[in-house]
């Protein structure tokens, strides 16, 4: 819609004799779509950079390795740590050591890295795998629309973490097996937004012109229906990767996850639990770093879908 | 036919717990090894794992072994632990070790979502009520808040202020013989407030969203504009409207907080039908994960059904067909 009205004008100012459009007390148009990002917005986006960054050159920035053991003192409160046993032996840990005398700033700053990467990952993989089916079932007419919902009402209907487990326990745990069970189980959400997008989008007069026209399946998925579900479905990207960090980090937590000494979020916080009795960083430092990158993602989101018109949040609510 | 299509929908239900048992059994099928291999472990010799198949019945078909395992589940007698526990002779029934798991789940579970629920509701009433008001945009972003962070965060704070800071709670939850009602929610205090946190998120935020869906409606715009009183266009108009979708929020929540107990009786200690699951997938004991896993399945398919049904009940639309 805005991208018409925005032809119209511009033609306007380009062809001064191209009268037809121009009457009186017309409204503005949209010519450009003012995107304007209010504060907590704009941090939101900073923190996730942020851990995205981190991601890359968490390893380099790092003062020390993921699993070298580097103080003497275990649970050490932030800042200087002296050893106990050697004389004068002091290291500097900005949130102090973990339950094994490790950097805690350090495994956080490599966690981001696993726990990010194995999440984006799955939820890359969710989506493949449910826009595909989901597009299929929309398309390819009621039959195998039916088999397909049907099947996905089986899996949807079960909790997450329930299926997340049963896998585990017959499998074993591994990152390739994490993401592959956590891609598969939120892949039937997006199947079923997916479907119902697409449902919307075939029911359309351009659609059916380009049926009309006799089009073939190809052209009928990447220029009628992806570009008109791409942005519904790159809003719920989002909040998908929030329930897929949080499923991975439970998992995790669990100790069904990520195995030490490979730091993961969740993983670090189930190995410090203990030092909250010594109100230690250790298990609160990654806890708050998953923390901050679901909000932070969550804020993005909501931004998005505000500037969207509300209405994919409302469908988002389903 | 609003007979027939909660009838309908029931059905739909049962097939789904009939294909979740269905997962559940192939959940064991696929294992790399089988039972009789997990339970033997190191003492594994040729002889005695073809002995222990026979023994299970492992070397019949697995549909035969399905139906068999269906059947007994049905009859609520999952069969024997892989493990002993507790150096008792021979292996423990999943039966002793699910029975007062469950109570002690069930009892966490109504105490949240009696607290949980009321509150939540309020809270998100009164959020729709005055949109985009301090208090409204206040609710909404604590909500997202609570709703965007892991369980197990804030578990872990809450610990941190009332266990280490203060003093005032006891953080792990082991005991399950109550002295008085009093007794029994200051032991269970944390992971109840963990828990209600959790939930009233989800039903404050849902719960505002659908009153305000319906109050953006056409009819109501219509009502404000006839100049009906305040009152009367929210008890007349609205509410009979909004009932269906807040049923199928709370329904919905607690299918959920039958999820979200995994993560807090881990934290906790607590001894429930969640932590025996996960500490049986830690030992991969199969009959366990399976009673576990269908129970808490059948409950979390029967509050979504519930759900459904209580919204097909209470739409006015599907109550007085034209």
């Given at each position: 819609m805005g991208a018409g009205s925005m032809n119209i004008t511009s033609e306007n100012k380009t062809n001064a004799h191209v009268a037809v459009f121009e009457f009186e007390g017309r409204?503005?148009?949209?010519?450009?779509?003012?995107?304007?990002?209010?504060?907590?917005?704009?941090?939101?986006?900073?923190?996730?950079?942020?851990?995205?960054?981190?991601?890359?050159?968490?390893?380099?920035?790092?003062?020390?390795?993921?699993?070298?053991?580097?103080?003497?003192?275990?649970?050490?409160?932030?800042?200087?740590?002296?050893?106990?046993?050697?004389?004068?032996?002091?290291?500097?840990?900005?949130?102090?050591?973990?339950?094994?005398?490790?950097?805690?700033?350090?495994?956080?700053?490599?966690?981001?890295?696993?726990?990010?990467?194995?999440?984006?990952?799955?939820?890359?993989?969710?989506?493949?795998?449910?826009?595909?089916?989901?597009?299929?079932?929309?398309?390819?007419?009621?039959?195998?629309?039916?088999?397909?919902?049907?099947?996905?009402?089986?899996?949807?209907?079960?909790?997450?973490?329930?299926?997340?487990?049963?896998?585990?326990?017959?499998?074993?745990?591994?990152?390739?097996?994490?993401?592959?069970?956590?891609?598969?189980?939120?892949?039937?959400?997006?199947?079923?937004?997916?479907?119902?997008?697409?449902?919307?989008?075939?029911?359309?007069?351009?659609?059916?012109a380009a049926r009309a026209r006799g089009e073939g399946l190809w052209w009928m998925l990447y220029r009628e229906i992806l570009p008109n579900i791409v942005m519904p479905l790159a809003t719920d990207f989002g909040i998908r990767l929030i329930y897929i960090v949080l499923f991975i980090a439970s998992l995790s937590f669990l100790g069904l996850g990520v195995q030490p000494p490979v730091a993961d979020w969740g993983g670090l916080v189930r190995e410090n639990i203990q030092g909250i009795a010594y109100a230690s960083w250790a298990p609160i430092a990654p806890a708050l770093a998953i923390s901050s990158l679901t909000i932070s993602i969550n804020l993005i989101v909501d931004e998005m879908s505000a500037k969207s018109g509300g209405k994919l949040a409302k469908s988002l609510l389903k | 036919m609003i007979h027939r299509m909660i009838i309908k929908r029931i059905g739909i239900g049962l097939l789904i717990l009939v294909a979740v048992s269905m997962l559940l059994f192939a959940a064991t099928e696929i294992l790399p090894g089988d039972l009789a291999q997990i339970r033997l472990g190191q003492e594994a010799t040729p002889e005695t794992l073809n002995a222990l198949r026979k023994q299970l019945g492992l070397d019949r078909p697995a549909t035969i072994r399905y139906f068999e395992w269906f059947i007994r589940m049905c009859r609520l007698d999952p069969g024997e632990s892989l493990f002993k526990e507790g150096g008792m002779a021979g292996a423990q029934t999943v039966r002793e070790l699910i029975a007062d798991r469950l109570q002690n789940t069930l009892l966490l579970s109504c105490i949240v979502a009696g607290i949980a629920v009321p509150i939540a509701l309020i809270l998100g009433l009164l959020a729709a009520m005055f949109p985009t008001s301090i208090y409204d945009r206040t609710i909404t972003f604590v909500t997202m808040c609570l709703m965007s962070v892991p369980d197990f965060f804030l578990a872990t704070v809450l610990i941190l202020v009332f266990t280490v800071s203060l003093g005032w709670l006891p953080s792990i939850v082991t005991v399950t013989s109550y002295k008085s009602v009093g007794h029994m929610l200051y032991v269970l205090a944390l992971p109840i407030v963990t828990l209600c946190l959790k939930i009233f998120g989800q039903i404050a935020r849902m719960t505002r969203a659908a009153v305000l869906n319906v109050m953006s409606s056409p009819y109501i715009e219509m009502a404000i504009l006839k100049g009906l009183p305040r009152k009367y266009i929210i008890l007349k108009h609205a509410l009979p409207n909004v009932i269906s979708p807040i049923v199928n929020v709370i329904a919905i929540c607690i299918a959920y907080l039958v999820s979200g107990v995994v993560i807090v009786e881990a934290i906790f200690g607590f001894p429930g039908i969640a932590n025996l699951m996960v500490n049986s997938v830690h030992g991969r004991d199969m009959p366990v994960v399976q009673a576990c896993g269908m129970i808490i399945c059948t409950a979390y398919v029967l509050f979504i059904l519930a759900a459904d049904i209580l919204s097909i009940l209470s739409n006015p639309r599907l109550r007085h067909p034209k």
């Amino acid at each position: 819609m805005g991208a018409g009205s925005m032809n119209i004008t511009s033609e306007n100012k380009t062809n001064a004799h191209v009268a037809v459009f121009e009457f009186e007390g017309r409204p503005a148009a949209p010519i450009k779509r003012e995107v304007k990002i209010s504060v907590p917005g704009k941090i939101a986006i900073a923190i996730v950079l942020f851990w995205v960054a981190m991601c890359f050159v968490g390893p380099l920035v790092a003062p020390y390795r993921e699993a070298d053991i580097v103080a003497d003192q275990t649970f050490a409160p932030a800042g200087e740590s002296c050893s106990p046993f050697r004389k004068g032996v002091c290291s500097f840990h900005l949130l102090g050591t973990d339950y094994l005398g490790r950097d805690v700033f350090s495994r956080v700053l490599y966690g981001s890295r696993t726990t990010m990467g194995i999440s984006v990952a799955a939820t890359l993989l969710a989506y493949v795998i449910g826009v595909t089916f989901g597009i299929t079932a929309a398309i390819r007419g009621p039959k195998l629309d039916m088999v397909l919902s049907r099947i996905n009402d089986v899996f949807i209907s079960i909790p997450s973490i329930m299926l997340g487990l049963v896998v585990i326990a017959a499998v074993g745990t591994s990152i390739p097996i994490l993401i592959v069970t956590a891609g598969a189980i939120y892949s039937t959400t997006v199947f079923r937004l997916s479907r119902a997008f697409a449902m919307d989008v075939m029911v359309t007069d351009f659609v059916e012109a380009a049926r009309a026209r006799g089009e073939g399946l190809w052209w009928m998925l990447y220029r009628e229906i992806l570009p008109n579900i791409v942005m519904p479905l790159a809003t719920d990207f989002g909040i998908r990767l929030i329930y897929i960090v949080l499923f991975i980090a439970s998992l995790s937590f669990l100790g069904l996850g990520v195995q030490p000494p490979v730091a993961d979020w969740g993983g670090l916080v189930r190995e410090n639990i203990q030092g909250i009795a010594y109100a230690s960083w250790a298990p609160i430092a990654p806890a708050l770093a998953i923390s901050s990158l679901t909000i932070s993602i969550n804020l993005i989101v909501d931004e998005m879908s505000a500037k969207s018109g509300g209405k994919l949040a409302k469908s988002l609510l389903k | 036919m609003i007979h027939r299509m909660i009838i309908k929908r029931i059905g739909i239900g049962l097939l789904i717990l009939v294909a979740v048992s269905m997962l559940l059994f192939a959940a064991t099928e696929i294992l790399p090894g089988d039972l009789a291999q997990i339970r033997l472990g190191q003492e594994a010799t040729p002889e005695t794992l073809n002995a222990l198949r026979k023994q299970l019945g492992l070397d019949r078909p697995a549909t035969i072994r399905y139906f068999e395992w269906f059947i007994r589940m049905c009859r609520l007698d999952p069969g024997e632990s892989l493990f002993k526990e507790g150096g008792m002779a021979g292996a423990q029934t999943v039966r002793e070790l699910i029975a007062d798991r469950l109570q002690n789940t069930l009892l966490l579970s109504c105490i949240v979502a009696g607290i949980a629920v009321p509150i939540a509701l309020i809270l998100g009433l009164l959020a729709a009520m005055f949109p985009t008001s301090i208090y409204d945009r206040t609710i909404t972003f604590v909500t997202m808040c609570l709703m965007s962070v892991p369980d197990f965060f804030l578990a872990t704070v809450l610990i941190l202020v009332f266990t280490v800071s203060l003093g005032w709670l006891p953080s792990i939850v082991t005991v399950t013989s109550y002295k008085s009602v009093g007794h029994m929610l200051y032991v269970l205090a944390l992971p109840i407030v963990t828990l209600c946190l959790k939930i009233f998120g989800q039903i404050a935020r849902m719960t505002r969203a659908a009153v305000l869906n319906v109050m953006s409606s056409p009819y109501i715009e219509m009502a404000i504009l006839k100049g009906l009183p305040r009152k009367y266009i929210i008890l007349k108009h609205a509410l009979p409207n909004v009932i269906s979708p807040i049923v199928n929020v709370i329904a919905i929540c607690i299918a959920y907080l039958v999820s979200g107990v995994v993560i807090v009786e881990a934290i906790f200690g607590f001894p429930g039908i969640a932590n025996l699951m996960v500490n049986s997938v830690h030992g991969r004991d199969m009959p366990v994960v399976q009673a576990c896993g269908m129970i808490i399945c059948t409950a979390y398919v029967l509050f979504i059904l519930a759900a459904d049904i209580l919204s097909i009940l209470s739409n006015p639309r599907l109550r007085h067909p034209k």
